[in-house]
């Protein structure tokens, strides 16, 4: 991204931060686990599956995240906000 912007990578970060209080690396995870967030409340897709179409890589990486993040599990974050279809 900072070549891509033609500045030095702790410019870009620095920037990055100020402008939303995150790191590159922590906005991007951020975002990642809103859209497992969207594909739990919204699908019925395979845990492995809805981690893999938001980025984050396995099912695990998407238990630790949302756990985190959500203080919930995948599962139960599923069973808490699934919304009617």
Known sequence: MAAHASTSVRTL???FHAETG?????WLLHRRVDRARELLETT???MDQVAERSGLGSADSLRKHLTT???LTPTAYR???TRQR
Do not use: C, H, K, V
């Open 22 to 26: 995150l790191s590159p690396l922590q």
């Open 69 to 71: 993040r959500a203080g």
């Open 44 to 46: 019925d897709l395979p």
């Open 79 to 81: 069973a808490t906000f």
């Open 13 to 15: 970060t620095r920037r």
